[in-house]
T-cell receptor
Framework: KAGVTQTPRYLIKTRGQQVTLSCSPI?????VSWYQQTPGQGLQFLFE???????NKGNFPGRFSGRQFSNSRSEMNVSTLELGDSALYLC????????????FGPGTRLTVL | AQRVTQPEKLLSVFKGAPVELKCNYS??????LFWYVQYSRQRLQLLLR??SRESIKGFTADLNKGETSFHLKKPFAQEEDSAMYYC???????????FGRGTSLIVHP
């Protein structure tokens, strides 16, 4: 099976702009999670979608939002970008039930200038 | 709420030396514990989970419920072990693991 893919791989934006990141999970996986990875904070959970519904949410402001489509692909959106949003955004997928391992994508590197 | 603490941001050892990456957790129930690894320019991937009781790439980790720890150990470090290591906990009934902040392991030749 193909792994988790994320697009784009790199993005440069300026403060105040908005951005949309995309994630395609492994075929058959219904759960998609998003994480923000920074050197100082490590991996911080943003939210998880399962069968098009947000099932879990981390402690991030409302500027961060997401959605999941019927084919399990997911997008996350960040509005009104701030310098502190610069990070590697990781997407992970799993089957969504039981004790499944999470499979991570390569990430999207977002730089906010 | 659960918490995972990795007290060392950086661990530097020489090839052949023993390695122990520390992980402590706080959770009142029965957790599932994992170690994930991220090699340079590669994606984050599962290294091992405590329920499997397996050794992967020479690494082992034992869940110590009394000390609420899940330290990752390897008797003889190799240069290719240099990577970022994350400890993670999944609480009962939760679908999402909580990650520690990670420890960067550098193995010098």
């Amino acid at each position: 099976k193909a792994g988790v893919t994320q697009t784009p791989r790199y993005l440069i934006k300026t403060r105040g702009q908005q951005v949309t990141l995309s994630c395609s999970p492994i075929s058959g996986h219904r759960s998609v999670s998003w994480y923000q990875q920074t050197p100082g904070q490590g991996l911080q959970f943003l939210f998880e979608y399962f069968s098009e519904t947000q099932r879990n949410k981390g402690n991030f402001p409302g500027r961060f939002s997401g959605r999941q489509f019927s084919n399990s692909r997911s997008e996350m959106n960040v509005s009104t970008l701030e310098l502190g949003d610069s990070a590697l955004y990781l997407c992970a997928s799993n089957e969504g039930v039981g004790t499944d391992t999470q499979y991570f994508g390569p990430g999207t590197r977002l730089t906010v200038l | 709420a659960q918490r995972v603490t990795q007290p060392e941001k950086l661990l530097s050892v020489f090839k052949g030396a023993p390695v122990e990456l520390k992980c402590n957790y706080s959770y009142s129930g029965s957790p599932e514990l994992f170690w994930y690894v991220q090699y340079s320019r590669q994606r984050l991937q599962l290294l091992l989970r405590h329920i499997s009781r397996e050794s992967i790439k020479g690494f082992t980790a034992d869940l110590n419920k009394g000390e609420t720890s899940f330290h990752l150990k390897k008797p003889f470090a190799q240069e290719e072990d240099s990577a970022m290591y994350y400890c993670a906990l999944k609480a009962g009934g939760s679908y999402i693991p909580t990650f520690g902040r990670g420890t960067s392991l550098i193995v010098h030749p």
